[in-house]
T-cell receptor, first 109, second 112 residues
Framework: AQRVTQPEKLLSVFKGAPVELKCNYS??????LFWYVQYSRQRLQLLLR??SRESIKGFTADLNKGETSFHLKKPFAQEEDSAMYYC???????????FGTGTRLKVLA | DARVTQTPRHKVTEMGQEVTMRCQPI?????VFWYRQTMMQGLELLAY????????DSGMPKDRFSAEMPDATLATLKIQPSEPRDSAVYFC??????????FGPGTRLTVT
């Protein structure tokens, strides 16, 4: 079954601490993987996608095909990083998306 | 600044009533997605259209939900009859190329 799992509903870290939001996926094939972010009172927006290999706002995500994971990382968390983060996959060549249940990140001062 | 718009932003209705949510995609975008967001399930893809034709609506409860694109500037999601379990935030998104989608602000639906 195609599935995206984000095991943590809530993750709290202190400002300046490293942060890692976990994402595991189940898919028999080569999906495209994404992280979306929703800041308070803002729209859901794309944070980064695996295919582009960009670093956005200091966040990076590495695809580990062996562990079927796509964890999101940032070395030093900022208070403005507090938001809801969704991991998603799209089967290659399709417009279909499967999202995880999301992780709320709280960065404490 | 082109954006996806959704109306209404909030809707409270009684069980059994019909609910219609509307979405105006970004001008020129030919792919439209409908999502439902709940605490328990997160974000679920209900249906998506390309060039106004439905490509996949397998995520949608068929007996009460329907999605259409009467024209390129309007997408609708209807629930009839509505039930309390339909309470959620419904998002529309649009895009032009593969792996691109821009989200609307959502419609918060409460069914009592």
């Amino acid at each position: 079954a195609q599935r995206v799992t984000q095991p943590e509903k809530l993750l709290s870290v202190f400002k300046g601490a490293p942060v890692e939001l976990k994402c595991n996926y189940s898919y028999s094939g080569s999906p495209e993987l994404f992280w979306y972010v929703q800041y308070s009172r803002q729209r859901l927006q794309l944070l980064l996608r695996h295919i582009s290999r960009e670093s956005i706002k200091g966040f990076t995500a590495d695809l580990n095909k062996g562990e079927t994971s796509f964890h999101l990382k940032k070395p030093f968390a900022q208070e403005e990083d507090s938001a809801m983060y969704y991991c998603a996959l799209s089967p290659a060549g399709t417009y279909k998306y499967i999202f995880g249940t999301g992780t709320r990140l709280k960065v404490l001062a | 600044d082109a954006r996806v718009t959704q109306t209404p932003r909030h809707k409270v209705t009684e069980m059994g009533q019909e609910v219609t949510m509307r979405c105006q995609p970004i001008l020129g975008h030919n792919t439209v997605f409908w999502y439902r967001q709940t605490m328990m399930q997160g974000l679920e893809l209900l249906a998506y259209f390309r060039n106004r034709a439905p490509l996949d609506d397998s995520g949608m409860p068929k007996d009460r939900f329907s999605a259409e694109m009467p024209d390129a500037t309007l997408a609708t999601l209807k629930i009839q009859p509505s039930e309390p379990r339909d309470s959620a935030v419904y998002f529309c998104a649009s895009g032009l190329v593969l792996y691109e989608q821009y989200f609307g602000p959502g419609t918060r639906l409460t069914v009592t």
